[in-house]
Nanobody, 128 residues
Framework: QLQLVESGGGLVQPGGSLRLSCAAS????????IGWFRQAPGKEREAVSC????????NYAESVKGRFTISRNNANDTVFLQMNSLRPEDTAVYYC?????????????????????WGKGTLVTVSS
C-alpha cells in the first residue's frame, strides 16, 4: 500500500507562485511513477505533469509548459510541483497519483485513469 498526501495549495494572485508537495508513505516509493492531475469545477480531470520513478523523465501538459516544474526526492518520498506565473485557469483541486511500470507519456495521456493510488487533493485558487 502507498499513501499519498498533498499539501501546499491555497489562494494566490495571478502571476504568483505555489509549490505543491505530495508526501508518500508505505512501500517502495521509488517503484512508482507519480503524476499531478487537476480538476476544476464542472470540468473533467486532466493531467498536469508526470515524473518517472527515478525522476529521469518528465512530461507536461501544453498549458503548463514553461511555468510548472515537477521534481521528486526519493530519499524523502516526496514529489513537488513548482507552479509559477499562475493564471486564473489554473484554479482547481490538484491531486497526485501513483502507478508502477508506466511511461510518463502514457501516465499523462491517461488523465488519471487506471492509477493505483490517489491522494485526497489540495485546492489551488488563482484570483485577484
Amino acid at each position: 500500500q502507498l499513501q499519498l498526501v498533498e499539501s501546499g495549495g491555497g489562494l494566490v494572485q495571478p502571476g504568483g507562485s505555489l509549490r505543491l508537495s505530495c508526501a508518500a508513505s508505505g512501500i517502495s516509493f521509488d517503484y512508482y511513477a507519480i503524476g499531478w492531475f487537476r480538476q476544476a469545477p464542472g470540468k473533467e480531470r486532466e493531467a498536469v505533469s508526470c515524473i518517472s520513478s527515478r525522476g529521469t523523465q518528465t512530461n507536461y501538459a501544453e498549458s503548463v509548459k514553461g511555468r510548472f516544474t515537477i521534481s521528486r526526492n526519493n530519499a524523502n518520498d516526496t514529489v513537488f510541483l513548482q507552479m509559477n506565473s499562475l493564471r486564473p485557469e489554473d484554479t482547481a483541486v490538484y491531486y497526485c497519483a501513483a502507478k508502477g511500470i508506466i511511461t510518463v507519456q502514457a501516465m499523462c495521456r491517461s488523465h488519471g485513469a487506471g492509477m493505483e493510488y490517489w491522494g485526497k487533493g489540495t485546492l489551488v485558487t488563482v484570483s485577484s
